[in-house]
């Protein structure tokens, strides 16, 4: 994208299957999202639509629209999007990070592994708060019905990305091999999680009838069973979307935030320091030390800025007509946003990694308000990811567990690496990356 910008400027036309406009000015997107609506309407995966009207589903949250999209994002806000909603994970989820840092730490580690390593890090963290338990991934035979799951999650994604980047087009009309995948990877997912569900409800039921329940204890799926309103099917919509986006996303931006603080020792140092100032090498790990780890979340935002975890991923489409980069866009139009741009061209040092402007003393981006609006990976407004919080937190506690017992380095064939979107970013090849135990 960035070259098109270069040659057209930050205003864009283009067709992707669709056609859409891309803007990357922050002016521009502060004005998108300013006239997004009551109800802000995004573009989807078109290939998840077009599963649930052939098979009599409800679409899932992110491709709902306008009220029936509302009734289900407003129960999941009240849950999600609390500032200590994630928090209350945080004992089971670093003991899924302790797992996995075990591994790194007793074993040669290729490239594949992992990867392998991180889906099921990611897959398990985001298990405990959508199917409240483990799946088991780490274990030293893992169940074979999880390895399925896990991998029926990674399908589904790629197979909506081939959709997304106009791969596959047929599949509007007939089942094509990509829809063909689609249907039995999400179908398999779809099994595998109303069965967990229907066992929490089995087991909130039991706890309520034995007078056991703790409702002072959190726990998400427990409150979403028993919210009035809500059909079993509907707490699936949430919970679905909420694994595959937190499985997905968050197994691929590990390697990324991992490949930056290899490549810049100094501040992985600073980092660590952080982190064993407040812990130790063995100290454990709790909500009120958490809160206090300021560098380690700047150096996370930076690295969501230098390499954002997605190109394209938030979109809109605005129910007026607006002015964008001096063009009349007409109400209905897709309308990208391409944030990563302007993280390039309105920051000093831009290709430098510094989490350092994102401490409150040195923030340059209260020079403009809309420079806020550069480094969205999670998107912005109403209508932003709604597990943003549990992907943030399995990402600080990937980088706190590993960084409290190991270096990250990389080979040197790994020294320049490249990163595609597919949907998210992804290394051109596997990064090789080195992790070595800390005096």
Same mark, same amino acid.
């Given at each position: 994208?960035?070259?098109?910008?270069?040659?057209?400027?930050?205003?864009?036309?283009?067709?992707?299957?669709?056609?859409?406009?891309?803007?990357?000015?922050?002016?521009?997107?502060?004005?998108?999202?300013?006239?997004?609506?009551?109800?802000?309407?995004?573009?989807?995966?078109?290939?998840?639509?077009?599963?649930? @009207?052939? #098979?009599?589903?409800?679409?899932?949250?992110?491709? +709902?629209?306008?009220?029936?999209?509302?009734?289900?994002?407003?129960?999941? #806000?009240?849950?999600?999007?609390?500032?200590?909603?994630?928090?209350? &994970?945080?004992?089971?989820? !670093?003991?899924?990070?302790?797992?996995?840092?075990?591994?790194?730490?007793?074993?040669?580690?290729?490239?594949?592994?992992?990867?392998?390593?991180?889906?099921?890090?990611?897959?398990?963290?985001?298990?405990?708060?959508?199917? #409240?338990?483990?799946?088991?991934?780490?274990?030293?035979?893992?169940?074979?019905?999880?390895?399925?799951?896990?991998?029926?999650?990674?399908?589904?994604?790629?197979?909506?990305?081939?959709?997304?980047?106009? @791969?596959?087009?047929?599949?509007?009309?007939?089942?094509?091999?990509? =829809?063909?995948?689609?249907? /039995? !990877? =999400?179908?398999?997912?779809?099994?595998?999680?109303?069965?967990?569900?229907?066992?929490?409800?089995?087991?909130?039921?039991?706890?309520?009838?034995?007078?056991?329940?703790?409702?002072?204890?959190?726990?998400? +799926?427990?409150?979403?069973?028993?919210?009035?309103?809500?059909?079993?099917?509907?707490?699936? #919509?949430?919970?679905?979307?909420? =694994?595959?986006?937190?499985?997905?996303?968050?197994?691929?931006?590990?390697?990324?935030?991992?490949?930056?603080?290899?490549?810049?020792?100094?501040?992985?140092?600073?980092?660590?320091?952080?982190?064993?100032?407040?812990?130790?090498?063995?100290?454990?790990?709790?909500?009120? @030390?958490?809160? /206090?780890?300021?560098?380690?979340?700047?150096?996370?935002?930076?690295?969501?800025?230098?390499? !954002?975890? *997605?190109?394209?991923?938030?979109?809109?489409?605005?129910?007026?007509?607006?002015?964008?980069?001096?063009?009349?866009?007409?109400?209905?139009?897709?309308? &990208?946003?391409?944030?990563?741009?302007?993280?390039? *061209?309105?920051?000093?040092?831009?290709?430098?990694?510094?989490?350092?402007?994102?401490?409150?003393?040195?923030?340059?981006?209260?020079?403009?308000?809309?420079?806020?609006?550069?480094?969205?990976?999670?998107?912005?407004?109403?209508?932003?990811?709604?597990?943003?919080?549990?992907?943030?937190?399995?990402?600080? +506690?990937?980088?706190?567990?590993?960084?409290?017992?190991?270096?990250?380095?990389?080979?040197?064939? !790994?020294?320049?690496?490249?990163?595609?979107?597919?949907?998210?970013?992804?290394?051109?090849?596997?990064?090789?990356?080195?992790?070595?135990?800390?005096?």
């Amino acid at each position: 994208m960035d070259e098109l910008h270069e040659k057209f400027g930050p205003t864009v036309r283009l067709r992707l299957g669709t056609e859409a406009v891309v803007v990357s000015e922050p002016k521009d997107v502060e004005t998108v999202f300013q006239n997004e609506g009551k109800y802000p309407k995004r573009h989807g995966f078109e290939m998840m639509s077009i599963y649930a @009207k052939r #098979n009599n589903l409800q679409d899932s949250i992110s491709q +709902l629209q306008g009220e029936a999209w509302q009734s289900l994002r407003s129960p999941g #806000n009240r849950r999600l999007m609390k500032v200590d909603s994630a928090l209350h &994970y945080l004992g089971p989820q !670093s003991e899924v990070a302790d797992n996995f840092v075990h591994i790194l730490a007793t074993q040669d580690v290729s490239p594949d592994r992992l990867q392998d390593l991180c889906f099921r890090y990611a897959s398990e963290s985001i298990a405990v708060v959508a199917f #409240n338990g483990r799946l088991g991934l780490f274990d030293a035979n893992p169940d074979q019905g999880s390895v399925d799951f896990l991998k029926a999650a990674e399908t589904t994604f790629e197979m909506n990305g081939r959709a997304l980047l106009g @791969k596959s087009i047929a599949h509007r009309w007939y089942r094509n091999e990509t =829809y063909k995948q689609l249907e /039995k !990877s =999400y179908g398999l997912v779809r099994k595998v999680a109303l069965g967990q569900i229907t066992q929490a409800r089995e087991s909130l039921e039991q706890l309520i009838q034995a007078g056991q329940l703790n409702t002072e204890e959190p726990n998400l +799926l427990f409150s979403l069973l028993s919210e009035k309103g809500l059909s079993e099917e509907m707490v699936a #919509n949430l919970m679905i979307s909420l =694994y595959l986006a937190g499985t997905e996303s968050t197994a691929k931006y590990m390697q990324v935030f991992f490949y930056n603080l290899a490549k810049n020792p100094e501040k992985q140092n600073k980092v660590r320091k952080e982190i064993l100032d407040l812990l130790g090498p063995d100290g454990r790990l709790t909500a009120e @030390k958490f809160l /206090k780890m300021v560098y380690l979340k700047a150096a996370l935002k930076e690295s969501f800025r230098l390499i !954002s975890p *997605t190109s394209l991923a938030t979109s809109r489409i605005l129910p007026v007509d607006v002015v964008l980069g001096g063009y009349k866009i007409p109400a209905g139009t897709i309308l &990208y946003l391409n944030c990563p741009r302007a993280s390039k *061209t309105h920051f000093e040092n831009p290709y430098e990694f510094l989490p350092e402007r994102w401490l409150r003393r040195e923030d340059s981006t209260k020079k403009d308000s809309a420079l806020h609006l550069t480094v969205i990976p999670f998107g912005h407004g109403p209508r932003n990811c709604l597990g943003r919080r549990f992907a943030e937190q399995e990402l600080h +506690l990937a980088a706190i567990k590993v960084l409290q017992k190991l270096h990250i380095d990389v080979h040197r064939e !790994s020294a320049f690496e490249q990163f595609i979107y597919r949907p998210f970013a992804t290394p051109d090849k596997p990064i090789r990356f080195k992790f070595t135990k800390i005096d």
